[in-house]
């Protein structure tokens, strides 16, 4: 379903620890995710994607992990730099006509240095 | 990776005049467009899918006839804001699809506009 109007939720970590942004999705047949980064006053970001055949992808300092069975997708942010602080979303792309990309609630990343 | 340029990124309008939006995906065609609307520290919330030469397909509670749009070309869509009121103040943002990249699935945003409506 679509995301409901609530306010962003707040991640604040140390720079150089790791961060773990959480992501329910909502849609079981939805078979492509997305982390998208999004800086103030800015469209998003890609970052990494994970197709619903794979519960793990890395890329450089991210790794997104897909749990399929409780529909919960969560991004990893290796040593945390002061650059990653950003609102983050997760967005599914529903296998249906349309083919619609839908946008989680999101989360705020603060990185303290 | 594919460009998508949307312009303007401000405007400032009174109430009551129309306000046009407009979106081009630079170095490749895009047969169909997706409009988004966010509110201030809130997620994006889809409006509509603007599809090259034909309706664009509105979102549950999106007024087709306030928020029109037009996907003329297989580069360019435009959203446009009617008889715009306070309430429609908020960051617009488009996107596309590269159905020739490596990823089809994936989309590609534009700046955004932070419309305000005085």
Same mark, same amino acid.
């Given at each position: 379903?679509?995301?409901?109007?609530?306010?962003?939720?707040?991640? !604040?970590?140390?720079?150089?620890?790791?961060? =773990?942004?959480?992501?329910?999705? !909502?849609?079981?047949? !939805?078979?492509?995710?997305?982390?998208?980064?999004?800086?103030?006053?800015?469209?998003?970001?890609?970052?990494?994607? =994970?197709? !619903?055949?794979?519960?793990?992808?890395?890329?450089?300092?991210?790794?997104?992990?897909?749990?399929? *069975?409780?529909?919960?997708?969560?991004?990893? =942010?290796?040593? *945390?730099?002061?650059?990653?602080?950003?609102?983050?979303?997760?967005?599914?792309?529903?296998? *249906?006509?349309?083919?619609?990309?839908?946008?989680?609630?999101?989360?705020?990343?603060?990185?303290?240095? | 990776?594919?460009?998508?340029?949307?312009?303007?990124?401000?405007?400032?309008?009174?109430?009551?005049?129309?306000?046009?939006?407009?979106?081009?995906?630079?170095?490749?065609?895009?047969?169909?467009?997706?409009?988004?609307?966010?509110?201030?520290?809130?997620?994006?919330?889809?409006?509509?899918?603007?599809?090259?030469?034909?309706?664009?397909?509105?979102?549950?509670?999106?007024?087709?006839?306030?928020?029109?749009?037009?996907?003329?070309?297989?580069?360019?869509?435009?959203?446009?804001?009617?008889?715009?009121?306070?309430?429609?103040?908020?960051?617009?943002?488009?996107?596309?699809?590269?159905?020739?990249?490596?990823?089809?699935?994936?989309?590609?945003?534009?700046?955004?506009?932070?419309?305000?409506?005085?």
């Amino acid at each position: 379903g679509e995301s409901v109007g609530l306010h962003l939720p707040t991640l !604040s970590v140390q720079e150089g620890d790791n961060s =773990i942004i959480n992501c329910a999705y !909502s849609n079981s047949a !939805s078979d492509y995710f997305i982390w998208y980064k999004q800086e103030s006053g800015k469209g998003p970001q890609f970052i990494i994607d =994970i197709r !619903s055949n794979m519960d793990k992808r890395q890329g450089q300092r991210v790794t997104v992990l897909l749990n399929k *069975t409780v529909k919960h997708l969560s991004l990893q =942010i290796a040593a *945390t730099q002061p650059g990653d602080s950003a609102v983050y979303f997760c967005a599914e792309k529903e296998n *249906t006509g349309g083919f619609k990309t839908i946008f989680g609630a999101g989360t705020r990343l603060f990185v303290k240095a | 990776g594919a460009v998508v340029s949307q312009h303007p990124s401000r405007v400032i309008c009174k109430s009551g005049t129309s306000v046009k939006i407009e979106c081009r995906s630079l170095d490749f065609q895009a047969t169909t467009m997706f409009w988004y609307r966010q509110f201030p520290k809130q997620s994006l919330m889809l409006m509509a899918t603007s599809n090259e030469g034909s309706k664009a397909t509105y979102e549950q509670g999106v007024e087709k006839d306030k928020f029109l749009i037009n996907h003329a070309s297989l580069t360019l869509s435009t959203l446009t804001v009617t008889s715009a009121h306070p309430e429609d103040s908020s960051f617009y943002i488009c996107s596309a699809r590269d159905l020739q990249g490596a990823t089809r699935e994936k989309l590609f945003f534009g700046s955004g506009t932070q419309l305000s409506v005085l």
